[in-house]
């Protein structure tokens, strides 16, 4: 199964709950801050919802 990198990018300051808690189940905390995660559907959907938050690189 491939692997992810996901960093953030940009703040989730005046973003809408559902984004700050998308974020929360990535393990993201803090700006520019990467985890690590495998490519499933359920991760995919989460990144989308996102995106405009985070980077993804596949590894």
Known sequence: ???????QVK????????QKR???ALGLKKM???????????ILGIVDTVK?????EEI
């Open 1 to 7: 199964m491939k692997k992810l990198r996901i960093t």
């Open 11 to 18: 703040s989730s300051i005046d973003r809408s709950q559902r």
């Open 22 to 24: 998308s974020l929360q």
């Open 32 to 42: 520019h801050q990467s985890v690590e995660h495998d490519a499933t559907p359920q």
């Open 52 to 56: 405009h938050l985070v980077t993804v």
